[in-house]
């Protein structure tokens, strides 16, 4: 091998890599309020500490967030990409942490009505972004088609729910459709706001159990988060609490779940976002 051949294999080899730590995560849950945008915005910058590039897609599409919470507030969304000429960096907002935002705003449930123009020069702008490692997709409660979109072509889906009666029925609800949609969905639970592992594991069993005995699947088990009076209060400070409270319980959690994602070496479905929304106008019908 002469030295420019070497040179090449380098190259090829360090993007081979790269393509494929690409990693989509989309955290959704049944019921409203549970804690996914905290968890969300703590997640992003425990991976990010870790040497991870982290963008996090907006897909609340009522009530996007996740910019708030770390204290910004983005003036464009993909709306203003698709229809007012706005590129990508335009709309996209990096946190101090180093964090980018994508926020989805009302453009999102306009995908699927984009025409082919439309459709290229949103992967056009996407490609813009290419130094991603993983993309974390904020999901509202409950399920549209485009957010099972989103689901099937996830690496993994993280679900929130927490102890309560109510948020477990409806975490089971939303099971059933993913899992009836994508069988092979993978779904991850997490249960927040717990008062100790016990009652994290015993809320995760209950739910599995029922997910065994009526749809005859299981999810698994990603972790959980404390109950804990600094998380409301970093929301308030608008300041995530792995930072302003690294050494809080609930920080302690989400620095556990983020060391699993980064242990956890899977072969992952896309290479890039621009290839990750290239599949999502396929699933939603719209051709390639
Ligand atoms: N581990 C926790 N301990 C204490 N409070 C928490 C915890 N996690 C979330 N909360 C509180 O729950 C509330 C809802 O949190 P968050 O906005 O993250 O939920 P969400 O699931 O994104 O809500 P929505 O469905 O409206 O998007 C916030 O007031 C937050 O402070
Ligand atoms: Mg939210």
Redesign the pocket.
């Known amino acids: 091998m002469d030295q420019a051949e070497r040179l090449r294999h380098i190259i090829n080899s360090r993007n081979y890599k790269k393509q494929n730590n690409f990693k989509v995560i989309t955290v959704t849950?049944g019921?409203?309020?549970?804690?996914?945008?905290?968890?969300?915005?703590n997640l992003a910058v425990a991976l990010k500490l870790r040497g991870i590039k982290v963008a996090i897609l907006d897909a609340?599409i009522g009530?996007a967030?996740v910019d708030i919470?770390y204290g910004i507030k983005s003036k464009y969304s993909l709306y203003d990409l698709i229809f007012n000429n706005k590129s990508i960096n335009d709309i996209t907002e990096i946190t101090p942490e180093g964090v980018k935002i994508i926020p989805g705003g009302s453009g999102l449930k306009d995908i699927v009505d984009l025409n082919e123009e439309q459709r290229n020069r949103l992967l056009e702008e996407f490609e813009k972004l290419d130094d991603i490692d993983v993309l974390i997709v904020?999901?509202?409660?409950g399920i549209s088609n485009i957010i099972l979109s989103f689901i099937s072509v996830s690496d993994e889906v993280i679900l929130?729910t927490t102890p309560e009666p109510t948020s477990l029925t409806d975490a089971y609800s939303l099971i059933k459709i993913i899992k009836g949609r994508y069988k092979d969905a993978n779904i991850n639970v997490v249960i927040?706001?717990v008062k100790n592992i016990k009652e994290a594991r015993e809320t995760f069993d209950k739910l599995n159990k029922t997910v065994n005995v009526f749809l005859k699947t299981s999810i698994n088990y990603k972790g959980f988060?404390?109950?804990?009076?600094?998380?409301?209060l970093?929301?308030i400070e608008q300041r995530p609490y792995v930072i302003a409270y690294p050494k809080t319980e609930?920080s302690m959690?989400i620095f556990k779940i983020a060391s699993d994602i980064i242990g956890h070496k899977n072969e992952n479905k896309n290479t890039t976002i621009k290839d990750l929304f290239f599949k999502l106008f396929g699933r939603m019908g719209l051709g390639s």
Do not use: P, Q
């Open positions: 849950s019921k409203g309020g549970v804690g996914k945008s905290s968890f969300v915005v609340d009530m967030n919470m904020d999901t509202g409660a929130i927040n706001k988060l404390f109950k804990d009076e600094r998380v409301t970093s929301i609930a959690c």
